[in-house]
């Protein structure tokens, strides 16, 4: 199983940005769709963005389209999620995950990391 492991979480005041990082233990191979999800207070874990790592378009939730960009960069087996205009809803726990199919279902991926906390002040 595939270990990920994310930093780059923070505080923020609302309309500022930060860059998550996801590093993978083993080098993604061609199949590999790699996700960010997040998970607010109370609330249930929700899609944010995915990507294939060999090729293809990306796909964001509605609620970040145009204000996060998820991108990888393949000599390092780094996963980035770009967050610019933060607003405080959100705030959440952010996950980045593995798996093979292009879902933006969390029961499509089968690693997860840990999680970092990106908390947006208003």
């Known amino acids: 199983q595939v270990l990920l492991a994310e930093s780059g979480g923070g505080s923020v005041q609302a309309g500022g940005s930060l860059r998550l990082s996801c590093t993978s233990s083993?080098?993604?191979?061609?199949?590999?769709?790699f996700g960010w999800f997040r998970q607010a207070p109370g609330k249930e874990r929700e899609f944010v963005a995915l990507?294939?790592?060999?090729?293809?378009?990306?796909f964001y939730a509605d609620s970040v389209k145009g204000r996060f960009i998820i991108s990888r960069d393949n000599p390092t087996n780094i996963l980035y999620l770009q967050m610019n205009n933060l607003q405080v809803e959100d705030t959440a726990v952010y996950y980045c995950?593995?798996?093979?199919?292009?879902?933006?279902?969390?029961?499509?991926?089968?690693?997860w990391g840990q999680g970092t906390q990106v908390t947006v002040t208003s």
């Open positions: 995950a593995r798996g093979d199919q292009y879902e933006s279902d969390s029961r499509a991926y089968d690693s």
């Open positions: 083993a080098r993604p191979y061609s199949r590999s769709v």
């Open positions: 990507v294939r790592w060999h090729g293809g378009s990306a």
